[in-house]
């Protein structure tokens, strides 16, 4: 099974920045791509940014395109997630995943890293 683990979350004031991180282990590496969903409080889950393994295809979320980059090392062991000028409405917990099935819709998931911008 694979693994993620997030890290880099915390709180800022807006304006701030983050960046947040995802390394993958596991003895089989699977899936198609990976990237960044974050779940808002009393709203639904937003794909953020992601990546498809074997080509420069990336996807960042127009809501934080402006902001926020998304990066990956060349295998896909990790996933970065470089966020700038951060609003109040980016406070969510942050979740990094891997293997699609469907948008949003992954099969491995970490364990999530809480951003909060006041």
């Known amino acids: 099974h694979v693994q993620l683990v997030e890290s880099g979350g915390g709180s800022v004031q807006a304006g701030g920045y983050l960046r947040l991180s995802c390394t993958a282990s596991?003895?089989?590496?699977?899936?198609?791509?990976m990237g960044w969903i974050r779940q808002i409080p009393n709203k639904g889950r937003e794909g953020v940014a992601s990546?498809?393994?074997?080509?420069?295809?990336?996807f960042v979320a127009d809501s934080v395109k402006a902001r926020f980059t998304f990066s990956h090392d060349n295998g896909y062991q990790a996933v970065y997630l470089q966020m700038n000028s951060l609003k109040s409405e980016d406070t969510a917990l942050y979740y990094c995943?891997?293997?699609?099935?469907?948008?949003?819709?992954?099969?491995?998931w970490g364990q999530g890293t809480q951003v909060t911008v006041s």
């Open positions: 990546g498809r393994f074997g080509s420069d295809e990336i």
């Open positions: 596991g003895p089989n590496r699977v899936g198609n791509c």
């Open positions: 995943a891997t293997d699609a099935v469907a948008p949003i819709k992954y099969n491995y």
